[in-house]
């Protein structure tokens, strides 16, 4: 694995982190991974974009609106100047835990560890900072894969489902009753 260097993300970086949420996630380019969502979710098509959308899990808006909270940290890494991998942490102050969510590698750099260390940096960086004592994220529960890969890093089920969001200006179900999953760690 190149070097990745680990860093909080700025507001210069709202555009790659979005691009890169919804080009590890949603249409074909995500297909070059294997933590893509292009069979579970059809992205809304619009006329009024030049380019017909596949779907998008975020936005510029949406990662600058957690940039500017107190309570969120934004991780970056970065290989020879190239976004490779994000991660949001959120922290929970009342339950003393960070969620982590917008886990996303770049397609074709996926399986080389970087998920991984991202992972392993934010939540000790969660610790660190925030004195958590565990980790969550929610994870669609047909994503066995995905599932298996936390749980090789620890995360275990809660027992905790919720109904997966509808967000129909953004995207469309293509599989019925999806649920998320809440996955946790003892930190």
């Known amino acids: 694995m190149t070097e990745l260097i680990i860093r909080p993300a700025q507001v210069q970086d709202a555009d790659a982190i979005a691009a890169l949420v919804n080009r590890a996630y949603r249409g074909d380019s995500s297909r070059a991974g294997w933590t893509t969502e292009a069979d579970l ?7 009024t974009e030049a380019d017909l959308l596949d779907g998008k899990r975020t936005t ?3 990662v600058l609106a957690l940039l500017n909270r107190q ?13 490779m991998v994000t991660l949001c942490a959120e922290w929970h102050a009342e339950e003393q835990v960070a969620h982590l969510g917008m886990i996303a590698v770049e397609p074709t750099a996926q399986n080389q560890g970087y998920g991984k260390k991202m ?17 969550q994220m929610a ?12 749980q090789r890093l620890g995360y275990q089920a ?12 953004m995207w469309q179900a293509k599989v019925e009753n999806m649920q998320l999953m809440t996955l946790q760690k003892d930190l």
């Open 41 to 47: 979710l059809d992205g809304k098509r619009t006329t």
């Open 60 to 62: 510029i808006e949406n």
């Open 71 to 83: 309570d969120v940290l934004i991780l970056t890494g970065w290989v020879a100047e190239m976004l």
């Open 119 to 135: 992972i392993l940096a934010a939540e000790q960086l969660a610790v660190e900072r925030w004195g958590v004592r565990a980790s």
């Open 139 to 150: 994870v669609v529960s047909v994503r066995e894969t995905l599932i298996a890969f936390y």
């Open 158 to 169: 809660t027992g905790e489902l919720k109904p997966f969001p509808h967000l129909p200006e």
